[in-house]
């Protein structure tokens, strides 16, 4: 066993980024400058995206996303239950509903289906959510959308870099959000960005990203200067600064190089599972490319003598820190208490959710830790068979 515990998540770090991070604090950019817009245009290209807009988290991008297609009070937006709050407390923002459906069995992705019967006439817009990097099933989604006249606003906050048939997660729906917290594929320790091909939603996200300044106002009135400037609406303050995207561009740099130090973990992790009856695996559908932001397996509960919450606290003891993703919104008080969901709507997130367990998967992880990880994984359960 490592002398040292195993951490759920670590960042990866090289020296390029720390130089690069202290050449900014002396440049004086120190909030929005020249590297957010070199990040902006690097992004942008690499998802083939017409404008990218970086903000200060994927809540912001969803916030800003759902103005910018004028999202109203009572409106309804569609979601999967197994999601981060963020997902659905962005439609609260509008005193919007957030419609919450189940999710198909194989790959946790919002169900195509229980979308199709939970679209009404209020309904506005999904938000699927690419769950650990495995893009949904956007062909159908799409078609949903168009027969409905629905926007879909994608959260991609798993799901950089992800394909979808060869189309980059990014350049599918009306609007994509993706997050750079910490724990994800590309990390600042904060950030996000909107990618989108609508120029009405990038020029109104754009706008109420920075307090509702309209930048082509002041073009207009070159000759007033720099300082002038014209409020259009009340805008928010979203905006990601340089400091931020020293750090997402030298990790934009290194994103094909991650990706296949997460897959290189992702491949051991199937090898030792794939052939135990102890545990299921999420298996990545052939038409989709996934950026294996998760790792997660589906404990075998039948077949065991503990529960999930027992088998987490056994693999702390011998020093892995695991996680799960997620507990089903309609779970949360909040959620549960405002809009008064029926569990028996859910039965796959029912029956999935008792099992999910994420592993620990990143960049850094050293092969003697994965190692420790399967094979404690693989102990513990045999030890408990029921
Ligand atoms: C992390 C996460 C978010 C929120 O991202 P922030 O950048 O922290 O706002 C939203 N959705 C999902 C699925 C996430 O995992």
Request: charged share 25%; aromatic share 10%; glycine share 4%.
């Amino acid at each position: 066993m490592p002398s040292e515990f195993i951490q759920f998540h670590k960042p990866h770090l090289n020296q390029e980024t720390i130089d690069s991070v202290i050449e900014t604090l002396k440049s004086g950019w120190w909030t929005t400058g020249p590297k957010v817009l070199k990040f902006e245009e690097e992004f942008g290209k690499f998802i083939g995206a017409k404008y990218a807009i970086a903000v200060s988290s994927w809540t912001a991008a969803a916030h800003l996303m759902l103005e910018a297609i004028n999202l109203k009070e009572g409106d309804e937006v569609i979601i999967p239950s197994i999601t981060f709050t963020a997902t659905a407390e962005i439609i609260c923002y509008f005193n919007a509903v957030p419609v919450i459906v189940d999710v198909d069995p194989a790959t946790l992705n919002i169900d195509p289906e229980a979308v199709e019967k939970a679209i009404t006439s209020k309904t506005k817009a999904i938000i699927p959510v690419h769950y650990g990097g495995i893009p949904c099933d956007m062909d159908k989604l799409i078609s949903l959308a168009r027969k409905n006249n629905l926007k879909i606003i994608e959260d991609a906050a798993h799901a950089f870099p992800s394909y979808y048939k060869d189309k980059m997660i990014g350049t599918l729906g009306d609007a994509t959000g993706f997050s750079f917290y910490v724990t994800k594929p590309l990390a600042s320790g904060e950030g996000g960005m909107i990618t989108t091909d609508d120029e009405n939603i990038a020029k109104r996200a754009s706008v109420m990203r920075l307090h509702g300044i309209d930048k082509d106002g002041w073009k207009r009135y070159t000759k007033e200067g720099s300082w002038y400037y014209e409020v259009i609406a009340p805008g928010f303050k979203y905006n990601f600064t340089d400091i931020q995207a020293a750090i997402a561009i030298n990790q934009l740099k290194e994103a094909d190089k991650l990706l296949r130090a997460r897959k290189h973990v992702s491949d051991y992790y199937d090898s030792v599972f794939a052939k135990n009856e102890l545990i299921e695996i999420i298996s990545v559908p052939n038409d989709r490319r996934t950026s294996y932001h998760l790792y997660v397996i589906k404990l075998n509960l039948d077949a065991l003598k503990i529960e999930r919450a027992e088998f987490i606290e056994l693999m702390k003891e011998r020093g892995v820190g695991c996680s799960v993703h997620f507990i089903p919104l309609y779970k949360h008080p909040y959620y549960m208490d405002k809009f008064k969901f029926d569990q028996k709507s859910f039965p796959v997130s029912e029956s999935e959710f008792p099992r999910l367990v994420s592993l620990p998967i990143y960049p850094d992880l050293s092969d003697r830790e994965m190692h420790h990880i399967s094979n404690s994984v693989i102990e513990i359960l045999e030890e408990n068979r029921r």
